[in-house]
T-cell receptor, first 110, second 113 residues
Framework: QKEVEQDPGPLSVPEGAIVSLNCTYS??????FMWYRQYSRKGPELLMY????GNKEDGRFTAQVDKSSKYISLFIRDSQPSDSATYLC??????????FGQGTELSVKP | DAGVIQSPRHEVTEMGQEVTLRCKPI?????LFWYRQTMMRGLELLIY????????DSGMPEDRFSAKMPNASFSTLKIQPSEPRDSAVYFC???????????FGDGTRLSIL
């Protein structure tokens, strides 16, 4: 079993839809959680960074961490065609390596 | 502010040749990471440095892979001899602090024929 599981998609939604991206994990020691966005032929770009549980909002993006369920989510409101990319969750713990999910490919259709 | 800079962007070479990938981290960052990305295995950490010192190279697949960081502004990842299964996108990332957000370069797309 992988430490971090992420549905690879692809996920296709119409412009303006709310998008929900999710990851589950098995290591209860994880305490730092991140979401990266990766456009084709580019490097991953940090979107959200959270420590421990709870929600964090930044514009149209909301990151949610539920440590009791070992589950993290990224919500995108009012999705735009420019949001079309692969979204990677990543997590680590003190002294640990950053472990990435496989990535979910998102397509937002105009 | 310049981001992480990697070169070359693309490299195509024949099996058995030496390959050298280069990385310039963000100025002031004290951690540097090398990753490999493939469809099958996703993003995998190969090695990371703290203040130019290699800390953990347990992700380096074989002795054919080596990495150096001679100073705070430059790192190399070398494969010698290269094999077709080394074909992947190699990313360099840097951060200010061990668990602070990592900033990635745009990668080197490596094809070994």
């Amino acid at each position: 079993q992988k430490e971090v599981e992420q549905d690879p998609g692809p996920l296709s939604v119409p412009e303006g839809a709310i998008v929900s991206l999710n990851c589950t994990y098995s290591n209860s020691a994880f305490q730092y959680f991140m979401w990266y966005r990766q456009y084709s032929r580019k490097g991953p770009e940090l979107l959200m960074y959270t420590y421990s549980s709870g929600n964090k909002e930044d514009g149209r993006f909301t990151a949610q961490v539920d440590k009791s369920s070992k589950y993290i989510s990224l919500f995108i409101r009012d999705s735009q065609p420019s949001d079309s990319a692969t979204y990677l969750c990543a997590m680590t713990y003190q002294g640990g390596k950053l472990i990435f999910g496989q990535g979910t490919e998102l397509s937002v259709k105009p | 502010d310049a981001g992480v800079i990697q070169s070359p962007r693309h490299e195509v070479t024949e099996m058995g040749q030496e390959v050298t990938l280069r990385c310039k981290p963000i100025s002031g960052h004290d951690y540097l990471f090398w990753y490999r990305q493939t469809m099958m295995r996703g993003l995998e950490l190969l090695i990371y440095f703290n203040n130019n010192v290699p800390i953990d190279d347990s992700g380096m697949p074989e002795d054919r892979f080596s990495a150096k960081m001679p100073n705070a502004s430059f790192s190399t990842l070398k494969i010698q001899p290269s094999e077709p299964r080394d074909s992947a996108v190699y990313f360099c990332a840097s951060s200010f602090g061990r668990h602070q957000p990592q900033h990635f370069g745009d990668g080197t797309r490596l094809s070994i024929l």
